[in-house]
């Protein structure tokens, strides 16, 4: 597709549930990421994809949070046990090529209660 | 270094010109980028400058790098309503990463 669609757009989870969010890039881009975005409008780098493969996964919380982009068919990020503290939105940016711009999707709000 | 800076909020009458300045740390970042995000909505990719370039026109926008200085700025041009929004300077970080700021709430009024 011609945008980076993210579903669902709303996710309410009670304390302990597990959460996952999908994610499908702009078709021919080889580069995916997730952010968190917080409070305070900060965003907070996840995991990084180049095609099926982890780039970078330096701000992945490894306890709970999970992430995978296989063939044909849409990324996805779960988090095991979701905890109180990890009610965010969370969005999904796809690249061409490493250096080039990230194009985000809309966001999916993860709302734990 | 990853740590961006702007200022947190900006009041502008409309139709007058809007500047919304930044300050990066990572000299060896490729782009720098404004992102634009409504209230409830994604963050919308509004322009973009490649490091080697001083400047950018694109519509109502101009985006000026100052390298030396690290600084980056965004003109809106005739800003209107449609134009209230969170902005988001970003870098890139390691050539591919992006690390945002804290994002500049610009409000319209009339």
């Known amino acids: 597709g011609e945008e980076v669609a993210q579903t669902p757009k709303h996710l309410v989870r009670g304390e302990g549930q597990k959460a996952k969010l999908y994610c499908a890039p702009i078709k021919g881009h080889s580069y995916v990421f997730w952010y968190q975005q917080v409070l305070k409008n900060e965003f907070k780098f996840l995991i990084s994809f180049q095609n099926e493969n982890v780039f970078d996964e330096t701000g992945m919380p490894k306890e709970r949070f999970s992430a995978k982009c296989l063939p044909n068919s849409p990324c996805s990020l779960e988090i095991q046990a979701t905890k109180l503290e990890d009610s965010a939105v969370y969005f999904c940016?796809?690249?061409?090529?490493?250096?080039?711009?990230?194009?985000f999707g809309n966001g999916t709000r993860l709302t734990v209660t | 270094g990853e740590d961006v800076e702007q200022s947190l909020f900006l009041s502008v009458r409309e139709g007058d010109s809007s500047v919304i300045n930044c300050t990066y740390t990572d000299s060896s970042s490729t782009y720098l980028y404004w992102y634009k995000q409504e209230p409830g909505a994604g963050l919308q990719l509004l322009t973009y400058i490649f490091s080697n370039m001083d400047m950018k026109q694109d519509q109502r926008l101009t985006v000026l790098l100052n390298k030396k200085d690290k600084h980056l700025s965004l003109r809106i041009a005739d800003t209107q309503t449609g134009d209230s929004a969170i902005y988001f300077c970003a870098e890139t970080f390691n050539d591919y990463k992006l690390s945002f700021g804290a994002g500049t709430t610009v409000t319209v009024r009339a």
């Open positions: 940016a796809s690249s061409l090529g490493q250096g080039t711009p990230l194009h």
